[in-house]
């Protein structure tokens, strides 16, 4: 194991081996350069945890950049894997295979298999090796590999496969990728594989606070560093993103708290924000995102931090006029040129031009802080899919800058579960919150509760509050849950 | 066998079974299963067997036609029902139920009662 206090294992130095780049964004920077060339490198992981995507795109980029790649599915169809390719917009799939510069295969596994006696591999065998002459690949992929271990019974058998492979795989100097899916407990035939490949990776897809998050960790890489934290790992069109972000340089914004612009949730919340994070509120209509992140860009401008608030879901007039109702002032500091008040409605524009004229109010705006309002009408943009690329690379570009993030989401009432559902980009969230109302015996209770605030303490309990003329005011008496006393977080 | 003919003669009239036999030549299972095979072929059944060896070493085109993962594999191809038997044939029990060998045999047996 890796010493946790450290983000290098080992230093990268001149003994470290060949390697090649996946072509992954993020990945190459995970591994110090890439996968080891000429060697096996082991994927492994539950189902849809998205090992297919990552293997694919492997062999797509290698075919992009003059690197011819052969892959091979034990699971799913060459028409399912064309199909796969289009939904993440690699339109030019079929284009590189009849080029020659990439194979799809899908091995038609009999689903009986009459058997007398031992076999072994070498058929399948024989056909890779036909394809990878055929297109000069130095790049191989086995998705599945536990399916065509399946056709052994006995776990002596399905070693001796394994191992019949890696030495195959190793003599060709192919550059291999093998998927692994596992689910619970781990038979000793995956720690064979774990043993022989050179790198071994984990991709896992947890729910944690009701939030699905996807993180790839490497395990192993023989004879190399590697960055050892988990990292956020999404499917996104273009393919697969990882964000590396190394722990150090979030410490450099831990110190950077500001405050929420709300006295009551800069407690709860032990300071304020952290700005150049991005922190999520999410609620149904009317629980009062919009006057929170009001609250904080008043406070910020008050500062003399710029911010720019994207707003999807109302014109610039009544979202004045909606403010100062709540007690805030939004007009001043957008005549002073310290609130820049973006209204636009998402499907005015595609997503691609949304981005791009975002970027260039940032550029020359340069504000501290941007608040969007709501992500939820992204998808407006186009699709689910459009919404969650926009809203990646967005992040991605004010996290480059320093520039904190506060994407307010609408979620559907009383569907708690699905608080960030149609955005997934959960696992990019460094703070999330909460906002929910109820009306028990006809009284309009609202509460907030803090999800999580990467790295601070924060209080964990449901807090009460009320939407008066003069903004949010969080009730001094705790929870209001049944959860009883504020733990001491 | 009790209805054993001249070879030659029988030859002439019996309807064949075609076989083809997927090896990659050298690798012991595969030697195995050839041994087994030429074994089968000295068993005089009502067909012939003819048996047609392929090195998927030589030949990757035909492994993949014949949808051949593994080796050594026998293929029954004609008559149909196509028959896939993987393994070094050791169990010529096995081997014989698999391509029919006996059933047919026996149909041609019950022809002249009925």
Redesign the interface.
């Known amino acids: 194991m890796p010493p946790p206090s450290s983000e290098l294992t080992a230093s990268p130095s001149d003994s470290l081996p060949p390697k090649t780049a996946t072509g992954i964004a993020g990945l190459d920077e995970i591994l110090l350069g890439g996968l080891p060339a000429g060697r096996t490198t082991l994927v492994r992981g539950g189902p849809g945890t998205g090992k297919t995507v990552l293997a694919l795109e492997f062999i797509y980029r290698g075919a992009l950049r003059g690197e011819p790649g052969v892959y091979v599915s034990f699971e799913e169809t060459v028409a399912t894997l064309r199909q796969n390719a289009r939904a993440l917009d690699w339109d030019n799939v079929e284009s590189l295979e009849q080029d020659g510069r990439m194979v799809l295969f899908n ?4 689903a009986t ?15 890779l ?2 394809h990878i002459k055929k297109i000069g690949a130095s790049r191989i992929v086995i998705d599945a590999s536990d399916v ?1 271990l399946r ?1 052994f019974r006995t776990t002596e058998d399905r070693e001796d496969q394994l191992f019949l492979l890696y030495q195959w795989l190793a003599k060709r100097k192919q550059t291999a990728l093998l998927t692994l899916k596992i689910s619970g407990e781990q038979p000793s035939t995956y720690d064979r594989h774990e043993y022989m490949a050179d790198c071994v990776m984990h991709i896992d897809n947890r729910v944690a606070g009701q939030i699905a998050t996807r993180r790839l960790r490497v395990i192993k890489y023989r004879g190399s560093g590697f960055l050892s934290n988990e990292f956020p790992c999404l499917i996104a069109s273009g393919g697969m993103q990882l964000m590396p972000i190394s722990r150090s340089e979030l410490e450099t914004h831990e110190q950077d708290q500001v405050s929420t612009g709300n006295s009551g949730l800069d407690l709860l919340l032990e300071g304020g924000y952290q700005s150049g994070t991005c922190i999520l509120i999410a609620g149904s209509t009317g629980t009062g995102k919009s006057i929170l992140a009001s609250e904080f860009a008043v406070a910020a401008t008050q500062r003399g931090e710029r911010v720019l608030y994207v707003n999807f879901e109302e014109g610039l007039g009544s979202f004045i006029r909606g403010m100062r109702s709540a007690g805030l002032d939004l007009a001043s500091p957008h005549e002073q040129g310290m609130l820049h008040i973006l209204a636009a409605l998402p499907e005015m524009l595609g997503s691609e031009e949304h981005l791009l004229r975002l970027f260039r109010i940032i550029e020359e705006f340069d504000p501290a802080h941007v608040v969007v309002d709501a992500i939820s009408a992204c998808q407006r943009m186009g699709s689910e899919a459009v919404a969650f690329d926009f809203l990646v690379r967005l992040l991605n570009h004010c996290r480059s800058r320093g520039v904190t993030c506060i994407y307010l989401n609408q979620v559907e009432p009383d569907r708690s579960s699905h608080w960030i559902s149609g955005v997934g980009i959960s696992s990019l969230i460094d703070a999330l919150m909460v906002l929910e109302q109820k009306w028990p015996g006809g009284s309009h209770v609202r509460s907030l509760l803090i999800i999580k605030h990467r790295g601070n303490r924060h209080s964990h309990n449901y807090h009460s509050f009320r939407i008066t003329d003069d903004g949010i005011v969080i009730d001094e008496r705790d929870s209001v849950s049944s959860s009883g006393q504020k733990e001491p977080s | 066998m009790s209805h054993a003919e001249p070879v030659a003669q029988a030859n002439e009239k019996r309807p064949a079974i075609h076989l083809k036999l997927f090896v990659a030549e050298g690798e012991p299972n595969s030697t195995i299963a050839q041994a087994n095979l030429r074994k089968l072929q000295r068993v005089n059944f009502q067909f012939d067997l003819a048996v047609e060896i392929v090195n998927v070493l030589d030949d990757y085109q035909a492994a993949l036609e014949h949808r051949v993962l593994v080796t050594p594999c026998l293929v029954l191809h004609t008559p149909l029902p196509r028959v896939m038997i993987v393994g070094t044939l050791s169990d010529q029990e096995k081997v014989i139920g698999a391509l029919r060998l006996i059933e047919q045999e026996r149909l041609v047996e019950q022809e002249p009662t009925e």
């Open positions: 091995p038609d596994l009999p298999l009459l058997q007398t006696g031992e076999f072994d591999i070498q058929g399948l065998l024989a056909i090796d036909g065509l056709l």
